[in-house]
């Protein structure tokens, strides 16, 4: 079976939470049903759509509506992200901005790691589209948690690595196509995992 040519962010992150799941997510269009954490995020996400502008961060919005869904071409597949907030950090460098909600204080380490190499993703793709319209993207991003009744947490700074984003997309393509190697995750993931998953699993039943 191949590849879709059209591959979205949050499935090339989702290869670090378990990279079988992701493989069946592309091939499959297998879908996690929707959790509490996934729907206070998307609250936050609309508060994030009608939050003031500056007149600034107006003008690059508009400039980069001719490029949306933000896209970019590699290794023959459209890459598609859409980053949760963009700032000005001087008038024309692009820092972008991830938001997080999550249920508790406790920020467990891999999940900072995905949202670390995610929001480096959207840096990566929106990089030439900001050279085009006369931007610049800045070194530094961020991650933001909030609590899930909106109240900030934590701010992680983020690097941009566009050689890194680049070797890890190139892998995961590799093992979206073959299947190899199988990934064994830890088994409390198997445990929390939808059944739907699990029928076309290859890696459960050996754990
Ligand atoms: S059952 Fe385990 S190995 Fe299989 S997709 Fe789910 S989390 Fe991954
Ligand atoms: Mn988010």
Redo the contacts with the bound molecule.
């Keep these: 079976m191949s590849l879709p040519s059209i591959i979205r962010v949050h499935q090339i992150v989702d290869y670090y939470y378990c990279s079988e799941r992701s493989r069946l997510n592309v091939l499959y269009g297998l879908e996690n049903p929707v959790t509490g954490e996934l729907e206070c995020?998307s609250l936050v996400?609309q508060w994030l759509e009608q939050r003031p502008k500056t007149r600034g961060e107006l003008v690059l919005l508009e400039a980069l509506k001719p490029y949306y869904p933000y896209t970019r071409t590699f290794n023959g597949f459209q890459i598609i992200g859409h980053p949760?907030d963009l700032t000005l950090l001087k008038k024309t460098r692009v820092q972008v901005v991830?938001?997080?909600t999550v249920d508790s204080q406790s920020l467990k380490q891999w999940k900072t790691c995905l949202a670390r190499f995610q929001t480096q993703i959207y840096a990566w793709i929106l990089e030439p589209i900001l050279t085009q319209i006369g931007y610049s993207l800045a070194h530094n991003h961020k991650v933001v948690y909030l609590s899930r009744s909106g109240v900030f947490l934590k701010k992680l700074g983020v690097e941009h690595d566009p050689h890194c984003v680049e070797r890890k997309i190139t892998e995961i393509l590799g093992f979206w196509e073959t299947g190899e190697p199988l990934i064994k995750p830890f088994k409390w993931k198997c445990r929390l995992c939808p059944e739907v998953f699990k029928e076309r699993c290859r890696v459960h039943e050996q754990l």
């Design positions: 995020g996400h949760d991830e938001y997080k």
